[in-house]
Nanobody, 124 residues
Framework: QVQLVESGGGLVQAGGSLRLSCAAS????????MGWFRQAPGKEREFVAA????????SHADFVKGRFTISRDNAKNTAYLQMNSLKPEDTAVYYC?????????????????WGQGIQVTVSS
């Protein structure tokens, strides 16, 4: 497993932007596919985006396509989620996830490693 720590969350007005970061421990970051999930109050956790080991393949949930972009920097052991055009309904705790198996494993919610989560609040 890898240890994950999210940062970059906070309060932003609708239409604004935030960039979440997920810093991973260890020397094998490039062996892990990475992903982002979110959970709003009273709702189930939902998939947001995932990225393959080298970053050559990405997957984004339909509700964030064109607004959010996942990326990674293997030299910095960090994955990112750039969030633009934020809406109040994007308010949630955002979680970083990692798994060596592949993007499909991340998308299915079966990642072996998870961060502690970070709050993103979008005001109207």
């Amino acid at each position: 497993q890898v240890q994950l720590v999210e940062s970059g969350g906070g309060l932003v007005q609708a239409g604004g932007s935030l960039r979440l970061s997920c810093a991973a421990s260890g020397r094998t970051f490039s062996s892990y596919c990475m992903g982002w999930f979110r959970q709003a109050p009273g709702k189930e956790r939902e998939f947001v985006a995932a990225i393959s080991w080298s970053g050559g393949r990405t997957s984004h949930a339909d509700f964030v396509k064109g607004r959010f972009t996942i990326s990674r920097d293997n030299a910095k052991n960090t994955a990112y989620l750039q969030m633009n055009s934020l809406k109040p309904e994007d308010t949630a705790v955002y979680y970083c996830a990692a798994d060596p198996a592949g993007v499909s494993t991340i998308v299915a919610g079966n990642a072996g490693s998870w961060g502690q989560g970070i709050q993103v609040t979008v005001s109207s």
